[in-house]
T-cell receptor
Framework: TQLLEQSPQFLSIQEGENLTVYCNSS?????LQWYRQEPGEGPVLLVT?????EVKKLKRLTFQFGDARKDSSLHITAAQPGDTGLYLC???????????FGKGTLLTVNP | EAGVAQSPRYKIIEKRQSVAFWCNPI?????LYWYQQILGQGPKLLIQ????????DSQLPKDRFSAERLKGVDSTLKIQPAKLEDSAVYLC???????????FGSGTRLTVV
């Protein structure tokens, strides 16, 4: 069973601060996805990283895939209240590209 | 493009009752997934369909859960009989194929009392 550990589990910061969320596993994944989920809604895909060492930027969000394709990080610069939500990482593996989710990091950005 | 539609949004039932959830994926998406998300946890895959065939149902509690996708389009997930620990959000997602990006519906929040 492929497991993804996310840290921290909870994060509460002030508007304007920077933060990093981590996603770690002992397994190698074909690709890794990051989602953001707001209360009462389904997860929304932010990015997919495929290549070891890959870095992708989405406005103030920077995603990095580890060289060994076992871990990933999400860095947010100058966080805003609109960034509040549950951030989930999910690794794809196996013949059917089964997606395995971590438990998520619940981020609260206070104005 | 229309998103993944799910109904109902909320359902409260007593334990040992039965319940059914419905999902209509994005048009043309061959792959459909049902996930269970318990409060404080990430989504867990229950079943994956490719068209109307089951690809993976290894984590589906088959003694009480069943799912079908008869015409390869919409799908239903049923629980009979429900237990207290089935209280969760049931998410449906679809993709154009395995390895492609997923689109999730808003989910059905089930409370079993």
């Amino acid at each position: 069973t492929q497991l993804l550990e996310q840290s921290p589990q909870f994060l509460s910061i002030q508007e304007g601060e920077n933060l990093t969320v981590y996603c770690n596993s002992s397994s190698v994944f074909s690709s890794l996805q990051w989602y953001r989920q707001e209360p009462g809604e389904g997860p929304v895909l932010l990015v997919t990283v495929v290549t070891g060492g890959e870095v992708k930027k989405l406005k103030r969000l920077t995603f990095q895939f580890g060289d060994a394709r076992k871990d990933s990080s999400l860095h947010i610069t100058a966080a805003q209240p609109g960034d509040t939500g549950l951030y989930l990482c999910a690794g794809a593996g196996g013949s059917n590209y089964k997606l395995t989710f971590g438990k998520g990091t619940l981020l609260t950005v206070n104005p | 493009e229309a998103g993944v539609a799910q109904s109902p949004r909320y359902k409260i039932i007593e334990k040992r009752q039965s319940v059914a959830f419905w999902c209509n994926p994005i048009s043309g998406h061959a792959t459909l997934y049902w996930y269970q998300q318990i409060l404080g946890q990430g989504p867990k895959l229950l079943i994956q369909f490719q068209n109307n065939g089951v690809v993976d149902d290894s984590q589906l509690p088959k003694d009480r859960f069943s799912a079908e996708r008869l015409k390869g389009v919409d799908s239903t997930l049923k629980i009979q009989p429900a237990k207290l620990e089935d209280s969760a959000v049931y998410l449906c997602a679809s993709s154009q194929g395995t390895g492609r990006s997923y689109t999730f519906g808003s989910g059905t929040r089930l409370t079993v009392v």
